[in-house]
């Protein structure tokens, strides 16, 4: 039999007691697990660093029996204090996320969405931002509110929900705005069309059907007549005349296409295959895939693809790496490493930066039940790809946008219905 140590225990009965007739003592001891972000971040009880009792699958366990204030802390990030019997558990767990105590991004507030905001796309002038919904149906349209003289800092409200009429199918992917036309074009997987709003009225104009399954990727050529549509099950392109909305031709791509992005003269698309780390190169004059750019051998999924100044940035799920290809050979320039799971890639309007968010770990079950960590977004250089700064998100950091002044970042949780508005200082 165990040996009771009795200087231990009149020790932890002489706390019980204090803890006991102070009235710091909780009438029901408080329990959670804790997913953080950092992974590392300290937990301390009136200054006192706390231990966990267990840990799983990235989870630490807490239990406290005394009243008071806690802290969760790590270096060089923001603190945030709750008290004992105030944080927000959900369902046994809680969430928490630091902000970064110093660089160049303050985050201005969150916003409740629709279920899986997909992705998020700023209006040309950089005062709306749309949010298409997979999991629900319609864009939420968010809109900056005009400062007052009072405000510190700006904020969005929440504008109006635009929804499709006699519809009732969910499923909305990814968006794109025609400047010249005033108008918003949103893919819907659900119906295989692509819906059409204009842009300042944000009345419901017409529905468009792509031909193709599952339409995803919206792009426009740089001359503005071609706007063309990537359908994931269907393995091709739809391409639409921007003026007259007729369906011109489709393009078989030879994979599941995902991002597009064309060369400056609009001769040459680059369509990103999400079954390998593969870029097809399509020939626009002969509407076909004239060459095909692998990034690497093995396994990946490429994603999204970016053109700027003779490169292509590319991203690979699979891998979660971010890469750079010379736009004219197809050769690997750089391949960098970022995180599990990346999924949006963006470049700054200057072209001097490259936004990718990361949705962390899967769960193994699903991904589209909560992992074991919190998603994050990394800003890199664009020349080489190293690393600025990272900022956590929550559960699977998915859309991201850069507003055009290059002043806002907003990214999308799509596990948690909610979108995050940073100001973007340097």
Known sequence: MKQINSKQFRKKLFVFYQLFFSGLLLADP????????????SVSLNGVLQEPVSTAD?????????????????QGYKSIEYHVERPPIKNGLLE??????????????????????????????????????????????????????????????FEKRLLIPESTAAGFVEALTDAKRQELWISNMGENKVHIFD??????????????????????NPSGDLILVSNWISQDISVFDSETKELLRRIPVGGTP?????????????VAIFDEPVIAVVDMTQNKVSSRYRLYQGEGAAR??????????VSDMYRGTVNILDAATGALLVSRRIGPNINTIVLSPDGKRVFASSRGRNNPKDY??????LGAIYILKADDLSP???????????????????????FTDFLDANLELYMIKR
Do not use: C
């Not at 399954?213 to 792009?219: D, E, G, N, S, T």
């Not at 999204?304 to 940035?313: A, E, N």
């Not at 990272?390 to 507003?403: E, K």
């Open 368 to 373: 589209t039940i909560p992992g074991p960590e």
């Open 304 to 313: 999204h693809v970016i053109y700027h100044d003779g490169k292509l940035y």
């Open 199 to 220: 842009l300042n009225t944000l009345e419901y104009k017409t529905s468009l059907g792509t031909g193709g399954i599952f339409p995803k990727v919206i792009a426009q």
């Open 96 to 157: 928490i996320k630091l902000e970064n105590e110093s660089g160049g991004f303050v985050l201005l507030g969150e916003y409740s969405t629709g279920v899986q905001p997909k992705s998020a796309y700023f209006s040309p002038d950089g005062q709306r931002l749309f949010v298409p919904l997979l999991g629900q149906m319609g864009i939420d349209v968010f809109r900056f509110e005009q400062l007052q003289q009072q405000q510190l800092r700006p904020r969005m409200v």
């Open 388 to 410: 600025e700064e990272r900022i956590w998100g929550r559960n699977q950091p998915t859309g991201l946008a850069v507003s055009p002044d290059g002043k806002y970042m907003v």
């Open 58 to 74: 990235g989870i630490r366990h807490f239990q406290f029996e005394a009243d008071g204030i806690l802290r969760f802390s790590a």
């Open 258 to 270: 995902r991002g597009m992005a064309f060369s400056p003269n609009g001769a040459v698309l680059y």
């Open 30 to 41: 408080l329990s959670f697990g804790l997913k953080s972000a950092p992974p590392d971040m």
